[in-house]
């Protein structure tokens, strides 16, 4: 359908009226002037934005306020369109919205599904900032102000390095490990010291976009890996091995995948380390996900097969603890790799928070963290098991889902073609905001959504699976 509706505005950034009210004001004073008809077809919100050089969310806002007031009417799978009939042209003037548009297009989402955050209300936040303060004071103060190691406190990496080897199976050492601010600066890290301009990695469509634009920053360039109910699908890596390119590494979630929360099939495990062996290139695999896990016995990570001789194991504290926990680590059985990682990390950062390190290893240390992630583990499966019984109640006869057997999200997808960008606009106007397919799709949108649970109270939960429900 053509579109050939182009907005001419100037807006102005150095007065208080918000830049979606101008947007909205400029497309009411079009459609009043007569420039564009009843019926004409606003052009998509990913171009408005690029028109105009801002953020998407920004162009959403400005179109649910011109929805709510009835100037645009959104059809089902078509898009959104110039009202036939216009509302009285005596208007409450933008600048200051009513009380009613106040409460229509919220500032503030009371409902939020995130990617899968932890609840921090269950987080051991008071014995942890106890044990920092406790290090803090302990220690001498010439011990502290130093520098140490730009690969984290070595007391600290035997410990996590003693975790991966007991816990998930894997065979490493404290200088095979890196403690890192978050899981994204080890992606950064294990991006900048691998990759460089016009070197291809593989990444898994839909997938974890952060990771795809640390890859990009290199200059590299992503190849696509489609995803099914077992995981990466070994034909697409097949091919493009295949294909001549030189394929330097894969990126892969395979525990549970992001976002589709599907494990990695056995067979296809051992598949792509044959082919990581035979055709040299790099498997990282990012293990964003690993600590709750609701069956029998979690999935080993591809890093603890012996067989497999070149890895990249990401992973992160920030599920254990707290979200704002920003303690992160990657391990590799590539000591060169290490080393690499190790001078760019003291060139960006120097080291990490030492005192930070050795709190959350006084919690290791005292059997606080084991405690919290059993009490933790029951309290989320209990969560899931809400959520299934939420999922069947409102979305059983309109999507398709399984239960995932750990993690702290749902996988659902729509029996029919769904308008995300409206549906997304339609439940910011009830303070509920979700992330998009965009945000994980690689070239073509998935009709998937990710809900996650474990962050909402059973309250806000159903709230928003129910109007979501509605709105399908």
Known sequence: MLRPWKLEIQLDYTVEKAIYLQIADAIIADIQSGRVKGGTALPGSRVLAQELKVNRNTIVEALNVLLTEEWLVSKERKGTFVADTLPSLVKTPYNTPSAATKEKVPNVFRIIFDDGHPDSKIAPVAELARAYRQIFNRKARWQMMGYSSELGDIEFRKSVVQMLNHQRGMQVDEHSICITRGSQMAMYLTAHCMLEKNKYILVENPGYKP??????????????????????????????????????????TPHRQYPTTVTLSLQRRLELIRLSNDYGFKIIEDDYDNEFHFGYRPVFPLSSFTELKNYVYIGTMSKVVAPALRIGYLVSNDSALINRVGSLRKIIDVQGDVIMEQAVL???????IKRHLKKATHYYKSKRDFMAELLKKYLSEKADYTIPDGGLA?????????????????LQTKGIKIITPDDYSFNRLVNGIRLSYGSLSEEDLEKGVQTLASLL
């Open 410 to 426: 749902f996988w659902v997808v729509p029996r029919i073609e769904v308008n995300w960008e409206q549906v997304s606009a339609q």
């Open 211 to 252: 990771a795809w634009k640390a890859f990009e920053q290199t200059g590299a360039r992503l190849l696509p890996v489609r995803v099914d109910q077992d995981g990466l699908v070994i034909e697409d890596v097949v091919a493009h091995l295949k294909s001549g390119k030189k394929i330097n590494a894969i990126y892969t």
């Open 362 to 368: 006084q919690l290791i240390k005292d059997g606080t």
